[in-house]
């Protein structure tokens, strides 16, 4: 079992900075594909970033590519997303989330691969 808990959210206006982290406990993380996805009020959720295991590759939404960078440390199990240039629209619970090494490439970008997920940080932008 993996738990993850995120952290970093809050408010911040349009065109600031956060970072999120995702601390995970009950495994290493090195052997999971890792995934940050975030639900807005009223939709469903979607996909944001995803990195692989060693964290040589990492994929994106077209809504926040060139905008946010998800990277991890898997000495300190732990997976972040910095998202920069936040707009309102990025306002959403943030979710981060564990799936197996072996489907990031094909699914990398899909809730079905990932096993695992946190309970979510609110992040909100004002405009």
């Known amino acids: 079992q993996v738990q993850l808990v995120e952290s970093g959210g809050g408010l911040v206006q349009a065109g600031g900075s956060l970072r999120l982290s995702c601390a995970a406990s009950?495994?290493?993380?090195?052997?999971?594909?890792m995934g940050w996805f975030r639900q807005a009020p009223g939709k469903e959720r979607e996909f944001a970033a995803a990195?692989?295991?060693?964290?040589?590759?990492?994929m994106y939404a077209d809504s926040v590519k060139g905008r946010f960078t998800i990277s991890r440390d898997n000495a300190k199990n732990t997976v972040y997303l910095q998202m920069s240039s936040l707009k309102p629209e990025d306002t959403a619970l943030y979710y981060c989330?564990?799936?197996?090494?072996?489907?990031?490439?094909?699914?990398?970008?899909?809730?079905?691969?990932?096993?695992?997920w946190g309970q979510g940080t609110q992040v909100t932008v004002s405009s």
């Open positions: 989330a564990a799936g197996p090494e072996t489907g990031y490439y094909s699914r990398g970008n899909r809730e079905t691969l990932y096993d695992y």
């Open positions: 009950g495994r290493s993380l090195s052997t999971y594909a």
């Open positions: 990195v692989s295991g060693g964290g040589v590759s990492t």
